[in-house]
């Protein structure tokens, strides 16, 4: 989180923000089907302008900090859990897979991958939409694809 807001002047965030979620400098273990699914658990149009995103986050961060100068941490945890950010669902969201394998890898269970499919709720789901980034990489998504969707 602190390695991102600190580093918005980066050209990395010059990209759409479906580009620049699988930039590892900013972005550890995040890939092609977890940014689908972050963006689109957050309605984030997939080519909206990075740091356009994440100076919103920067700024509601400051407001909720002069807001609640005296929340606890497990109040702000809380709160997080609630109404999770960008930031924070690019932790959640693997994590909730990471849990999920425990299933997905005991041979016990031959629909592992049916269950890992009806987890997405985005990536290769159909009815939902998908552009090419600049990379050639596929992105899913409902809705508008944002302004720096390729012609």
């Known amino acids: 989180r ?7 002047d980066d050209k990395a965030f010059d990209k759409p923000i479906c580009e620049a979620l699988l930039n590892q400098k900013f972005f550890n273990g995040i890939g092609n ?7 689109y658990r957050l309605k984030i149009p997939p080519f909206e302008k990075a740091r356009t995103v994440l100076e919103a986050l920067k700024d509601q961060e400051q407001a909720r900090r002069k807001k609640n100068p005296s929340l606890t941490l497990s109040k702000k945890l809380k709160l997080m859990r609630e109404n999770p950010d960008l930031l924070e669902l690019c932790h959640t969201v693997p994590m909730e897979v990471i849990a999920a394998e425990k299933n997905l890898f005991d041979p016990d ?4 991958y049916a269950a890992f499919k009806n987890w997405l709720q985005c990536y290769l789901v159909p009815g939902m939409s998908s552009l090419r980034d600049r ?5 899913w998504f409902q809705g ?8």
Request: overall charge neutral.
């Open 33 to 39: 089907y977890l940014r689908a699914e972050i963006l």
């Open 109 to 112: 269970h031959s629909d592992n």
């Open 135 to 139: 990379n050639g990489r596929t992105i």
């Open 144 to 151: 508008e694809p944002g302004p720096m969707a390729p012609k």
């Open 2 to 8: 602190e390695n991102v807001l600190k580093n918005l």
